[in-house]
């Protein structure tokens, strides 16, 4: 955003630190088009000292320029707010959780204090806050716990109708190009100061199953807290320091800036000194624009003007958007690498960090050009990088899909979604038993005697009865018998065979025909139609469980297939 500041004039103290602004603007009320500020913000700041400073950084990067002059007229300034000691116009600290990525990113884009709302226009953060925003290295094993305090101690508002000066006036009406490169698109009409802390806690689980465990243990940690009740803030932090391997970052606006790596307790005894930081220290927190076109005495004919002048602005945050977006389904891929994706080969994780390393190259090289100074190519800039994101989403599709083939009687690993275990080796009274670490080999075999599917290597939802078999134990079969509640073991040739076989039901999905890796599915016996194989609710043995009423939604009877490796098979 081209803009001036329009004469807001403050008296503060010197704080230890840069103000640094990201501007994440959102689309005008009163236009059918956006704009999104990338260019330069000019403004009429009391410091002569400093002729430049950069704000915000990475994709989104604006420079502020000093100027001294502008094109608001006679701008009436408030009166200078005079505040009791140690008090602030706005304060909240609060404990969130979150359970996923897609939360926290839709929380904080639309939480005021990260992108606050003007009339007119939307925009104005600091950067340190934008992994937040993009919700950037969140897994799909993390659990989130976010300490938020937000503090106001003054905002600066111009009261009353803003008019152009005389000279602007003119500018506009003969040169509208030579305006915005004078004054700018837009101008700052409110200044908020204050402070904000973030403290981002992850807690990475091995398992879907785990995660939802610790999920909702940390629920019961959110809520809010009074800035001076230090000892359940201390307390909710020990409890959750207990829970398991945490990861932590801090951000900070306003306050004291946090010196070198802090452990937790050091990060937690800083969150309860920064609110008397800030009133010391406070910051720039919030801008508010409006753009000239809102004026009396200004050409329609502006707005338009505007518009061509920053059109490819919006397009390029788009692509930077997918080129983020494709980047953090890599991660959750990554992340569940060894159980629920434990389908896709080691060939194909290659290919998939090879579409990874391409994304962030890409995205780097688009967001070292997307700056001010290189505004006169956006159109390029947009010609070179707009809907490579979507390529490359298209070839990570494409592996995906070779990966999930699936060929019945190919060797396989049962992976259980919901216990976080894998079919495991048998006892000493051939019981089926279950593992974290030690999965069985296990082969999907037709039974054509009771198969309508025909002769098809593809599986087929309900059409598919299967044996269960497995090399390590040659000429055995999976059965089920009666009065007998652990699956066993048993020659194929001296049980009674519908025991011994299982139909294939997909488990959610009742249209989908074939199977493939990564299908949860369910194994109901034929026999007793009624079970099916789950597992116990210790996490030790296969067990035959109930399917009946949408039970298997909530139960330990779905599975998925895992890939078995070359080498797996050579050891």
Same mark, same amino acid.
């Given at each position: 955003?081209n803009?001036?500041?329009?004469?807001?004039? !403050?008296?503060?103290t010197?704080g230890p630190?840069?103000?640094?602004? *990201?501007?994440?603007?959102?689309?005008l #009320?009163v236009?059918?088009?956006?704009?999104?500020g990338v260019?330069?913000?000019?403004d009429?700041f009391?410091?002569?000292?400093?002729? $430049?400073?950069?704000?915000?950084?990475?994709?989104?990067?604006?420079s502020?320029s000093?100027?001294?002059?502008?094109?608001?007229?006679d701008? +009436?300034l408030p009166a200078?707010?005079?505040l009791?000691k140690n008090?602030?116009?706005r304060?909240?600290f609060q404990i969130?959780h979150f359970?996923?990525r897609d939360?926290?990113?839709?929380?904080?884009?639309n939480?005021?204090?990260?992108?606050?709302a003007?009339?007119g226009?939307?925009?104005?953060t600091c950067?340190?806050?934008?992994?937040i925003?993009?919700?950037?290295g969140?897994?799909?094993l %993390?659990?989130?716990?976010v300490?938020?305090?937000?503090?106001?101690?003054d905002?600066?508002t111009?009261?009353?109708p803003?008019?152009?000066t005389?000279?602007?006036?003119?500018?506009? @009406?003969?040169?509208?190009k030579?305006?915005i490169?004078?004054f700018?698109?837009?101008f700052?009409?409110?200044?908020?100061w204050?402070?904000?802390l973030?403290?981002?806690?992850k807690? @990475?689980?091995?398992?879907?199953?785990?995660?939802s465990?610790? %999920?909702?243990e940390?629920?019961?940690?959110?809520?809010?807290?009074? *800035?001076?009740d230090?000892?359940q803030?201390k307390?909710?932090?020990a409890?959750l320091?207990?829970?398991?391997?945490?990861d /932590?970052?801090?951000?900070t606006?306003?306050?004291?800036s946090?010196k070198?790596?802090?452990d937790l307790?050091?990060?937690?005894?800083?969150?309860l000194?920064?609110?008397?930081?800030?009133?010391?220290?406070? $910051?720039? !927190?919030?801008?508010?624009y409006?753009? &000239?076109?809102?004026l009396?005495?200004?050409?329609?004919?502006f707005?338009?003007?505007?518009?061509?002048?920053q059109q490819?602005?919006?397009r390029?945050?788009?692509a930077l958007s997918?080129f983020?977006d494709?980047?953090?389904n890599v991660v959750d891929?990554k992340?569940l690498?060894?159980?629920?994706l434990?389908?896709i080969?080691?060939?194909? /994780?290659?290919?998939?960090?090879?579409v990874?390393?391409?994304? !962030?190259?890409?995205?780097k090289? *688009?967001? %070292?050009?997307?700056?001010?100074t290189?505004?006169g190519i956006?159109?390029?800039?947009?010609?070179?990088?707009?809907?490579?994101? @979507?390529?490359l +989403?298209?070839e990570l599709d494409?592996?995906?899909e070779?990966?999930?083939?699936?060929?019945?009687?190919? =060797?396989?690993?049962?992976?259980?979604?919901k =216990?976080?275990v894998?079919?495991?080796?048998?006892n000493?009274?051939?019981y089926a038993?279950?593992?974290?670490?030690a999965?069985?080999?296990?082969? *999907?075999?037709p039974?054509?005697?009771?198969?309508?599917?025909g002769?098809?290597?593809?599986?087929? &939802?309900r059409?598919?009865?299967?044996?269960?078999?497995?090399?390590?134990?040659p000429g055995?079969?999976?059965?089920l018998g009666?009065n &007998?509640?652990?699956p066993f /073991?048993?020659e194929?040739?001296s049980y009674?065979?519908p025991?011994?076989?299982?139909r294939? +039901?997909?488990g959610?999905?009742p249209?989908? !025909?074939?199977?493939?890796?990564?299908?949860?599915?369910?194994?109901n016996?034929?026999?007793w139609?009624g079970?099916a194989?789950?597992v116990?609710?210790?996490?030790?043995w296969? #067990?035959a469980v109930p399917?009946?009423g949408g039970n298997?939604l909530?139960g330990?009877?779905?599975?998925t297939l895992?890939k078995?490796e %070359?080498?797996?098979?050579?050891?």
């Amino acid at each position: 955003i081209n803009a001036e500041y329009g004469g807001i004039k !403050r008296n503060t103290t010197s704080g230890p630190h840069h103000n640094m602004i *990201l501007l994440s603007l959102l689309p005008l #009320l009163v236009q059918s088009w956006s704009i999104i500020g990338v260019q330069e913000v000019r403004d009429v700041f009391p410091d002569p000292s400093s002729t $430049n400073i950069e704000f915000g950084a990475g994709y989104n990067a604006i420079s502020l320029s000093r100027t001294g002059s502008y094109a608001i007229k006679d701008p +009436k300034l408030p009166a200078p707010s005079v505040l009791p000691k140690n008090r602030f116009i706005r304060q909240r600290f609060q404990i969130r959780h979150f359970k996923d990525r897609d939360s926290l990113v839709k929380f904080y884009m639309n939480d005021n204090s990260i992108v606050t709302a003007g009339d007119g226009l939307k925009g104005g953060t600091c950067s340190k806050f934008s992994k937040i925003v993009t919700g950037e290295g969140v897994t799909a094993l %993390d659990s989130i716990l976010v300490v938020d305090i937000d503090l106001v101690t003054d905002s600066e508002t111009i009261d009353g109708p803003v008019e152009l000066t005389k000279q602007a006036q003119d500018l506009i @009406r003969k040169d509208e190009k030579g305006f915005i490169g004078l004054f700018g698109t837009h101008f700052l009409r409110t200044v908020v100061w204050g402070g904000k802390l973030i403290l981002l806690v992850k807690v @990475r689980s091995y398992s879907s199953v785990d995660k939802s465990k610790l %999920d909702e243990e940390m629920a019961g940690l959110a809520g809010s807290l009074s *800035l001076s009740d230090a000892v359940q803030f201390k307390s909710k932090m020990a409890r959750l320091q207990s829970m398991g391997t945490l990861d /932590w970052t801090l951000y900070t606006l306003g306050g004291n800036s946090p010196k070198g790596n802090l452990d937790l307790h050091e990060a937690v005894a800083f969150a309860l000194r920064f609110p008397s930081d800030v009133l010391r220290w406070d $910051n720039i !927190r919030e801008l508010q624009y409006l753009g &000239y076109w809102l004026l009396p005495a200004v050409p329609w004919s502006f707005s338009s003007t505007v518009s061509s002048f920053q059109q490819y602005t919006v397009r390029i945050m788009d692509a930077l958007s997918e080129f983020v977006d494709l980047e953090e389904n890599v991660v959750d891929l990554k992340s569940l690498k060894s159980t629920q994706l434990s389908w896709i080969s080691g060939t194909g /994780w290659e290919e998939i960090a090879q579409v990874d390393s391409e994304t !962030r190259k890409q995205r780097k090289t *688009l967001s %070292d050009k997307f700056t001010p100074t290189n505004i006169g190519i956006f159109k390029q800039i947009v010609a070179e990088f707009e809907g490579e994101a @979507r390529q490359l +989403k298209s070839e990570l599709d494409d592996i995906l899909e070779e990966e999930r083939s699936y060929t019945m009687g190919e =060797s396989v690993y049962l992976y259980n979604l919901k =216990s976080g275990v894998y079919l495991g080796n048998k006892n000493y009274q051939d019981y089926a038993k279950v593992t974290k670490s030690a999965p069985l080999t296990v082969t *999907l075999e037709p039974c054509p005697y009771q198969n309508t599917a025909g002769d098809s290597p593809i599986a087929q &939802y309900r059409n598919t009865v299967v044996s269960i078999k497995s090399p390590v134990f040659p000429g055995e079969v999976l059965c089920l018998g009666s009065n &007998y509640y652990t699956p066993f /073991w048993r020659e194929e040739s001296s049980y009674y065979s519908p025991q011994c076989s299982w139909r294939l +039901k997909h488990g959610s999905d009742p249209y989908k !025909r074939s199977m493939e890796f990564g299908d949860p599915f369910i194994l109901n016996n034929v026999y007793w139609p009624g079970f099916a194989l789950g597992v116990d609710s210790e996490g030790k043995w296969a #067990l035959a469980v109930p399917d009946s009423g949408g039970n298997h939604l909530f139960g330990t009877s779905l599975w998925t297939l895992g890939k078995i490796e %070359d080498d797996d098979n050579d050891k």
